[in-house]
């Protein structure tokens, strides 16, 4: 009967096998991923592989305001511009300035 020291012992020598093979066939894959570049002429930049991930790009608030004398736009995001504490202050209404 096998007891459980057994068989972690085993499971230990599975494992280590595991691993070499992994890296026999890592090291295969490169080796042919590598012969391919240099027959193809492909470099890192043509497989977008720089180093650095890939970025959104920041989307800007599309103007809803603008102020008629300068032609400052405002997205209705974040702090308001002082020309639209102005016009609230005068007595306007930020619908006077949608565009």
Known sequence: ???????????DALNEKIEEMQKALRAEALSEIRAAMREYQISVEDLGLTGKPAREPKVKGVPKYRDPATQQTW?????????????????????????
């Open 1 to 11: 009967m096998t007891t459980l020291q057994d068989l972690i012992q085993q499971r």
């Open 75 to 99: 997205s209705g995001r974040g702090k308001r511009p002082q020309w639209i504490h102005e016009a609230l202050a005068s007595g306007k209404s930020l619908t006077d300035y949608a565009i």
